[in-house]
């Protein structure tokens, strides 16, 4: 896409140059775009969240739950700070498979899809980017259908999505953990976790109880 014939910055590939002018000596000169982006990234707030354990209060959803400060608490989801999404709904209405159950620190049955093959569930970060370092997820508090075949994915345009990690045939009972380390040299707005196979009812519903996401957040408040 081009502005007034100019080409956007994110059309651009880093090893483009861009002709820039020095006002203090008169002169033009040529800038890598990959030194601007880098320039720009660091001008961004960035906070680091560490995994401890199953259900602590250091990832993003609870600093994001307490608008930063660390102290009292909302939602994210319902407050409009996260979107959650599912590629279909247990009965068809989103209302019926709570997906704000999901990031409300509570065990409970959360979400649940059609059971269709490679149902996802998506998160989406809006104007921050995570890169991610951990992830957590939680099956939920009813025993059937719990998730044992995945990957955990990142993405920013939501049609290209990146593997950052993949299990296959867990064992699995309601309420448990899986908090699983993750190595990414990149920011992501959007996470994903894509069923590759069958539940533990040997069918294709996803289900999830809890989700948590940690590592260096770009973009605050």
Same mark, same amino acid.
């Given at each position: 896409?081009?502005?007034?014939?100019?080409?956007?910055?994110?059309?651009?590939?880093?090893?483009?140059?861009?002709?820039?002018?020095?006002?203090?000596?008169?002169?033009?000169?040529?800038?890598?775009?990959?030194?601007?982006?880098?320039?720009?990234?660091?001008?961004?707030?960035?906070?680091?969240?560490?995994?401890?354990?199953?259900?602590?209060?250091?990832?993003?959803?609870?600093?994001?739950?307490?608008?930063?400060?660390?102290?009292?608490?909302?939602?994210?989801?319902?407050?409009?700070?996260?979107?959650?999404?599912?590629?279909?709904?247990?009965? !068809? #209405?989103?209302?019926? $498979?709570?997906?704000?159950? *999901?990031?409300?620190?509570?065990?409970?049955?959360?979400? %649940? +899809? =059609?059971?269709?093959?490679?149902?996802?569930?998506?998160?989406?970060?809006?104007?921050?980017?995570?890169?991610?370092?951990?992830?957590?997820?939680?099956?939920?508090?009813?025993?059937?259908?719990?998730?044992?075949?995945?990957?955990?994915? !990142? #993405?920013?345009?939501? $049609?290209?999505?990146?593997? *950052?990690?993949?299990?296959?045939?867990?064992?699995?009972? %309601? +309420? =448990?953990?899986?908090?699983?380390?993750?190595?990414?040299?990149?920011?992501?707005?959007?996470?994903?976790?894509?069923?590759?196979?069958?539940?533990?009812?040997?069918?294709?519903?996803?289900?999830?109880?809890?989700?948590?996401?940690?590592?260096?957040?770009?973009?605050?408040?």
């Amino acid at each position: 896409m081009k502005i007034n014939g100019y080409p956007e910055l994110t059309s651009l590939t880093d090893e483009d140059l861009i002709l820039g002018w020095d006002a203090e000596t008169g002169t033009t000169r040529k800038i890598k775009v990959s030194t601007i982006k880098t320039y720009c990234a660091g001008s961004v707030a960035q906070n680091t969240f560490t995994y401890s354990s199953n259900g602590d209060a250091n990832g993003i959803f609870y600093w994001l739950g307490t608008y930063g400060t660390g102290s009292g608490w909302l939602n994210p989801y319902t407050a409009g700070l996260v979107g959650i999404t599912g590629s279909s709904y247990y009965d !068809g #209405s989103a209302s019926n $498979s709570d997906v704000s159950q *999901l990031v409300n620190r509570v065990d409970g049955n959360g979400f %649940a +899809s =059609q059971n269709i093959a490679n149902s996802w569930l998506k998160i989406d970060l809006k104007q921050r980017k995570l890169k991610p370092s951990y992830y957590s997820i939680r099956a939920r508090q009813f025993n059937a259908n719990l998730i044992k075949n995945w990957k955990f994915q !990142g #993405s920013n345009d939501d $049609s290209n999505w990146t593997d *950052l990690d993949s299990k296959t045939n867990q064992s699995v009972v %309601a +309420s =448990q953990w899986f908090s699983l380390s993750v190595t990414s040299s990149t920011f992501y707005r959007l996470f994903r976790i894509l069923q590759m196979g069958v539940s533990s009812s040997s069918d294709n519903i996803l289900t999830l109880g809890e989700i948590e996401l940690y590592g260096t957040l770009q973009g605050g408040f």
